[in-house]
């Protein structure tokens, strides 16, 4: 499965209707909840999230000032709806 909260991603219908039908969407990678992703793909195991400080804050990218800083990772990633 693939899941997005990114209007521009094939994953963004699955999440839309998640909402709609007011499940919650759990992500974890490698066995580890993900609090801030914004992007998961089960079968190609990567899922994109944003980069947080030592306070679990979102972090502004350092090379365009203008949107938050996400970074792509790899591993067993497991979505589930409930």
């Known amino acids: 499965m693939r ?4 209007s521009d991603d094939i994953g ?12 919650t969407v ?3 990678l490698d066995g580890v909840e993900q609090s801030v992703c914004i992007t ?9 999230r944003c980069v947080l400080d030592a306070q679990g804050r979102a972090q ?4 365009d000032k203008e949107s938050i800083w996400v970074e792509t990772v790899h591993g067993k990633v497991e979505v589930t709806i409930s």
Not at 12 to 23: G, P
Not at 60 to 63: E, R
């Open 40 to 48: 998961a793909d089960e079968e190609a195991g990567s899922l994109v």
């Open 3 to 6: 899941i997005s909260a990114n």
């Open 26 to 28: 759990t992500v974890r």
């Open 12 to 23: 963004y219908q699955a999440y839309m209707q998640s909402l709609a039908d007011r499940k």
């Open 60 to 63: 502004i990218d350092p090379n």
